[in-house]
């Protein structure tokens, strides 16, 4: 019989859906009473073996595939990959379809941030924010229905080039689109950085110091919160942002606010960049021609995903086929940071940490379990219910 | 620092260890390392760190199949716009790599992806469990090798 007194620990297990990874993930935060002491991160509980699967299809099959390794950002990721593979080949997409190519890339952006931005609102208890940027968001999803035919997979590219022109028609209704989200933006960005309730909830909280992020390899708009100056878009300009160059974003403060502010002020230059797209549109060719053997060769493309840089390395071995595909999602990079910085913070706010970074949280009802050191069982408590904890955590502290 | 500042730099650090790598250029942005002797793969990487070039953007294996017996691992690093790829060759029976989380903590998801799915043991990596692979894998089955058969997963 163990006779010794155990300290009370909680490992507590967030998990596994969690879609905004190429796989969905689990954490698991080990907490002393209300403090997370460790933080572990399982993954793979869909792993649907992409990588492995491009080898065995076309090049061409291989796009289709590469569209669906996410939901949110499907364009960038058929973008890297058309990149890389037009780098093997030694082909290069007409000026008209590079320009086409960053405005989908754009209008992706926003819609991703809109979408992050009502999540992470609703992690925090506030919904009215997260209705009004999801009704917002819809805009921006007409306009890439509208253009494409999809509002997800819009399935924009080819190798080569891109599949849709621009009509007038299109152009004005784009116009009017951004127009009216960036008015929306003006005002989500007054409210993430005067509402006093939400303040509480982002202020000094999940602090990532420069030095920090460097060394755990944070990439896109949570390290750019963090001072470091790491923009693929700005670094190593790809499809036509050398013609449409942006500006990058940063804030030193480094905790959830900044993380806010500066998805919330990329957007801007998204909006400009969108208007000045429109207004210089190259004229020519939409696609170029294509091998349907690309030859042997090695090819590494970095783009820059509303998450942050996306990897793709392809080897050819002059067939019809890749030798290797491989993928890095920004998300792998930030996880290592957001499981760091969850020691030594509350468990109310692991929420509003875990949604800082920007795992797309589209998944709302994962289980949620508290298991006690004499009660190897454990008990259930949904994401809601954690949720609630965050809320009903910061209510008492006010009174 | 431009590219071709870090590359000067970055092909500096390397020529300490001539004996050891092979260097190239395959595109004006990018430098090739091929490393052929893997104890000096780790003092080279703190190298490049010094220098404020260690970013590791992705370690990726590349299996060459059963015929050559090896696979090859790639270390990327990518400050500003170079892409800094480190290789080394390792043998596909028992193929054994040090591992970098001492130096880069964020290589520790990159070390244990390659451990179960290429099949090599990370030196110095203190977790062995499954990152994306289930739980009830089968051991010893690698799904990135080139001979790998799902059939071995239906019974």
């Keep these: 019989m163990n006779t010794k007194q155990e300290p009370q620990r909680f490992v507590i ?12 993930g689990n954490f698991q935060f080990t907490v002393d009473g209300e403090i997370v002491t460790k933080a572990i991160v399982r993954l793979g509980y869909a792993h649907r073996g992409i990588e492995k699967a491009a080898e065995e299809r076309t090049w061409i099959q291989d796009l289709y595939l590469i569209e669906r390794v996410c939901g949110i950002c499907s364009h960038i990721h058929a973008l890297a990959y058309c990149l890389a593979v037009e780098q093997l080949a030694h082909v290069e997409a007409p000026p008209r379809a590079q320009a086409i190519r960053v405005l989908v890339a754009e209008l992706e952006r926003i819609h991703s941030h809109f979408l992050w931005m009502g999540v992470s609102g609703h992690e925090a208890g506030f919904d009215t924010f997260f209705m009004y940027s999801w009704r917002d968001r819809e805009r921006v999803m007409n306009i890439l229905e509208k253009l494409t035919g999809n509002r997800v997979n819009y399935s924009a590219n080819v190798l080569g080039g891109v599949k849709f022109d621009l009509d007038q028609e299109q152009i004005a209704s784009i116009r009017g689109g951004i127009d009216f989200l960036e008015e929306r933006t003006r005002h989500y960005l007054d409210v993430v950085a005067t509402d ?63 993380r806010f502010e500066v998805r919330l002020k990329e957007l801007f230059e998204s909006f400009h960049l969108i208007r000045k797209i429109l207004d210089t549109l190259p004229g020519g060719e939409l696609t170029a021609r294509m091998p349907r053997k690309v030859p042997a060769g090695e090819a590494v493309m970095r783009v820059e995903a509303p998450r942050g840089e996306l990897l793709y390395f392809i080897r050819s071995n002059g067939s019809d086929k890749p030798e290797r595909l491989k993928i890095r999602t920004p998300t792998i990079c930030n996880l290592t940071s957001v ?15 875990l949604a800082g970074i920007d795992p797309c949280f589209s998944c709302n009802d994962r289980s949620v379990q508290i298991r006690t050191s004499n009660d190897p069982d454990g008990r259930m408590l949904s994401w809601d219910e954690l949720r609630q904890h965050g809320i009903d955590f910061y209510k008492r502290l006010e009174k | 620092m431009n590219s071709e500042e870090i590359i000067t730099v970055a092909t500096g650090v390397v020529k300490s260890w001539d004996w050891a790598t092979e260097t190239s250029r395959p595109l004006p942005k990018q430098l090739d390392v091929k490393v052929k002797l893997i104890k000096e793969l780790v003092p080279i990487i703190v190298g490049l760190r010094v220098k404020r070039l260690g970013y590791l953007a992705a370690i990726t294996g590349i ?68 990152l994306y692979l289930p739980d009830d894998w089968p051991d010893g089955v690698y799904p990135m090798r080139k001979d790998f058969d799902p059939q071995i997963l239906s019974h």
């Design chain 1, 13 to 24: 297990p967030i998990g596994p859906q969690h879609p905004a990874l190429k796989e969905p």
């Design chain 1, 196 to 258: 006093f309730m939400f303040l509480q909830r982002t202020r000094g909280i999940g602090v990532m110091s420069r030095a920090q992020a460097e060394i755990m390899g944070a990439v896109g708009p949570t390290a750019r919160a963090s001072n470091v100056a790491r923009d693929v878009r700005k670094d190593a300009p790809y499809a036509a942002y050398k013609e449409y160059p942006v500006d990058i974003i940063l804030d030193e403060r480094g905790d959830l606010e900044a």
């Design chain 1, 339 to 353: 499981v760091k910085l969850a020691i030594g913070h509350q468990l109310a706010d692991v929420p509003m940490i």
């Design chain 2, 63 to 130: 299996d060459l199949g059963p015929e050559v017996g090896e696979m090859d691992v790639l270390y990327q690093f990518c400050p500003g716009d170079v892409v800094i790829t480190l290789r080394v060759r390792v043998p596909r029976q028992e193929a054994m790599l040090p591992s970098l989380c001492e130096i880069i903590p964020s290589a520790e998801v990159f070390e244990r992806e390659l451990q179960e799915m290429f099949g090599i043991q990370m030196l110095g990596l203190h977790t062995t469990e499954h």
